[in-house]
């Protein structure tokens, strides 16, 4: 196993995210708890030492599984983290509840880390009202206390949330959590997230870094140029070796389902084989003929939105427009928009196609926001 140096601490380069764990008849609500058990004792054996969960996962069955699994082992052999969820509206004003009852479903003393979950456009107003919600003060309090050893958060949010966030807590940040991955380097502004963390000297947290499965297989033409560089590497291993590449991050999450995944990966965090230059420059390739299906071809010049009479950034919601359908679906679309005043949505669209005369790359623009309203019903 790979480790990365943290503080005073050595962590498992692979980290165990308990969002995926093996289930019954399909029931995510169900978890197969002799599965998952034995998934953390090969985990253990292997040197894995950092456990992810959150209130939210298995329909708020993860922790209580997890916590029954790493109950097994001596409270210092592993690391164990969850999240406060503000993803959800309704638990804005419940930081303290919910904090305590995580304790009682893991069953410890205290968590290794603990994250601000899903930081984005939805609720970045709620953490940041701390006279109001309190959230902050708490989780600080927690920290003080020696409940917390190590805050930070998870972002799905765009590139200007991010800076906000860090504005106000940046100070505080230890680590941060970000969907990563060679597609969304580019996809979801990676990169310059990454560039950012790094002017605030915060270590990255990497999940989703096969892109929810998308990244374990590829069409047969991109598999083969990848085989023709590493003959002997499986095709998922290159999503992981990318992000070996990447001097800020410290763990990678990987929700694995399965004893079979669980195993693949392990023989692929058993030493690190970064990317050349080339072979980083072929894999960007690959991601950008991936991404360039279905997608529109926007380079966010910003000629259009001179040119709306409703003032739609319309640079951004076609970004969200490619995410939605690239992605077929999914949260970060609508829980972008829901942040958005109604007469700034794609709906807003008049159908005026003033936008598609200054577009320079000929997008039709009002047909594709028509889509997108469609597509979000």
Same mark, same amino acid.
């Given at each position: 196993?790979?480790?990365?140096?943290?503080?005073?601490?050595?962590?498992?380069?692979?980290?165990?995210?308990?969002?995926?764990?093996?289930?019954?008849?399909?029931?995510?609500?169900?978890?197969?708890?002799?599965?998952?058990?034995?998934?953390?004792?090969?985990?253990?054996?292997?040197?894995?030492?950092?456990?992810?969960?959150?209130?939210?996962?298995?329909?708020?069955?993860?922790?209580?599984?997890?916590?029954?699994?790493?109950?097994?082992?001596?409270?210092?052999?592993?690391?164990?983290?969850?999240?406060?969820?503000?993803?959800?509206?309704?638990?804005?004003?419940?930081?303290?509840?919910?904090?305590?009852?995580?304790?009682?479903?893991?069953?410890?003393?205290?968590?290794?880390?603990?994250?601000?979950?899903?930081?984005?456009?939805?609720?970045?107003?709620?953490?940041?009202?701390?006279?109001?919600?309190?959230?902050?003060?708490?989780?600080?309090?927690?920290?003080?206390?020696?409940?917390?050893?190590?805050?930070?958060?998870?972002?799905?949010?765009?590139?200007?949330?991010?800076?906000?966030?860090?504005?106000?807590?940046?100070?505080?940040?230890?680590?941060?959590?970000?969907?990563?991955?060679?597609?969304?380097?580019?996809?979801?502004?990676?990169?310059?997230?990454?560039?950012?963390?790094?002017?605030?000297?915060?270590?990255?947290?990497?999940?989703?870094?096969?892109?929810?499965?998308?990244?374990?297989?590829?069409?047969?033409?991109?598999?083969?140029?990848?085989?023709?560089?590493?003959?002997?590497?499986?095709?998922?291993?290159?999503?992981?070796?990318?992000?070996?590449?990447?001097?800020? +991050?410290? +763990?990678?999450?990987?929700?694995?389902?399965?004893?079979?995944?669980?195993?693949?990966?392990?023989?692929?965090?058993?030493?690190?084989?970064?990317?050349?230059?080339?072979?980083?420059?072929?894999?960007?390739?690959?991601?950008?003929?991936?991404?360039?299906?279905?997608?529109?071809?926007?380079?966010?010049?910003?000629?259009?939105?001179?040119?709306?009479?409703?003032?739609?950034?319309?640079?951004?919601?076609?970004?969200?427009?490619?995410?939605?359908?690239?992605?077929?679906?999914?949260?970060?679309?609508?829980?972008?928009?829901?942040?958005?005043?109604?007469?700034?949505?794609?709906?807003?669209?008049?159908?005026?196609?003033?936008?598609?005369?200054?577009?320079?790359?000929?997008?039709?623009?009002?047909?594709?926001?028509?889509?997108?309203?469609?597509?979000?019903?």
């Amino acid at each position: 196993m790979i480790y990365r140096d943290f503080q005073d601490m050595k962590l498992s380069a692979l980290g165990f995210g308990a969002m995926r764990l093996p289930v019954i008849q399909g029931d995510d609500g169900r978890i197969d708890e002799e599965a998952a058990l034995h998934m953390v004792d090969t985990a253990m054996k292997n040197g894995i030492n950092y456990y992810d969960t959150a209130w939210g996962y298995h329909n708020g069955n993860s922790e209580l599984v997890l916590g029954k699994a790493l109950a097994r082992y001596p409270r210092e052999s592993f690391y164990l983290a969850t999240k406060f969820p503000g993803y959800d509206a309704a638990n804005w004003g419940d930081v303290e509840e919910i904090f305590e009852k995580q304790l009682e479903k893991l069953g410890v003393e205290y968590f290794d880390f603990y994250l601000f979950h899903n930081v984005c456009e939805m609720n970045t107003d709620a953490y940041l009202d701390d006279e109001k919600y309190g959230i902050y003060s708490y989780l600080m309090k927690q920290k003080a206390n020696g409940r917390i050893r190590h805050l930070g958060f998870s972002c799905h949010g765009n590139l200007p949330v991010l800076k906000r966030f860090l504005e106000a807590y940046g100070k505080d940040m230890e680590f941060c959590q970000l969907q990563l991955n060679y597609l969304d380097w580019t996809f979801q502004s990676g990169k310059e997230k990454v560039a950012l963390l790094d002017e605030w000297n915060i270590p990255v947290w990497v999940m989703e870094p096969l892109r929810g499965g998308r990244l374990a297989s590829l069409a047969p033409e991109y598999e083969a140029r990848l085989k023709s560089m590493r003959p002997d590497e499986e095709i998922p291993a290159w999503a992981f070796r990318f992000l070996q590449s990447i001097p800020s +991050v410290t +763990v990678t999450l990987s929700g694995m389902s399965n004893e079979e995944q669980l195993k693949k990966n392990l023989a692929t965090f058993a030493e690190e084989k970064k990317l050349s230059d080339t072979e980083m420059t072929d894999l960007l390739g690959i991601a950008d003929k991936m991404l360039s299906v279905g997608t529109v071809p926007c380079t966010a010049c910003h000629y259009c939105v001179s040119h709306c009479p409703q003032e739609l950034d319309i640079p951004s919601l076609l970004a969200l427009y490619n995410e939605h359908v690239y992605t077929g679906g999914g949260f970060i679309a609508p829980m972008a928009l829901s942040a958005l005043p109604e007469e700034k949505r794609p709906q807003a669209c008049l159908q005026c196609r003033s936008c598609e005369q200054v577009c320079p790359q000929q997008i039709k623009i009002s047909e594709v926001l028509a889509d997108f309203s469609a597509k979000l019903g």
